[in-house]
């Protein structure tokens, strides 16, 4: 069974960056398809990144377009998540996901994703 940990997070001035990251731990997420999602308070959990299993493919959702890398290190077991040019809106909780059932496909919607990080909070002051 998959255990995923998230770290990271913080409170960053608007302009800044920040990197996250997923530590996987139980067994290996090589094989799977993996995403970041985040959810703000009131609002529903959104996709925000997507890689799959090599990190062949990535896929972002519009509002980080450009701003966000999502990226992993296999041997490390661990899925990373570089935020440059923060901005207010950003501030939510972010979470990790593995699709344990899929490799090569990014899905976007939460329920697709089996195994979830607890999250790190990522606070944007303007």
């Known amino acids: 069974q998959v255990q995923l940990v998230e770290s990271g997070g913080g409170l960053v001035q608007a302009g800044g960056s920040l990197r996250l990251s997923c530590v996987a731990s139980g067994r290996s997420v090589s094989s799977y398809a993996m995403g970041w999602f985040r959810q703000a308070p009131g609002k529903e959990r959104e996709f925000v990144a997507g890689?799959?299993?090599?990190?062949?493919?990535?896929s972002y959702a519009n509002p980080v377009t450009g701003r966000f890398t999502i990226s992993r290190d296999n041997a490390k077991n661990t899925v990373y998540l570089q935020m440059n040019s923060l901005k207010p809106e950003d501030t939510a909780v972010y979470s990790c996901a593995a699709n344990t059932l899929n490799s090569v496909a990014i899905i976007t919607t939460p329920h697709s994703y089996s195994t979830w990080g607890q999250g790190t909070q990522v606070t944007v002051s303007s």
């Open positions: 890689i799959t299993y090599n990190g062949g493919t990535t």
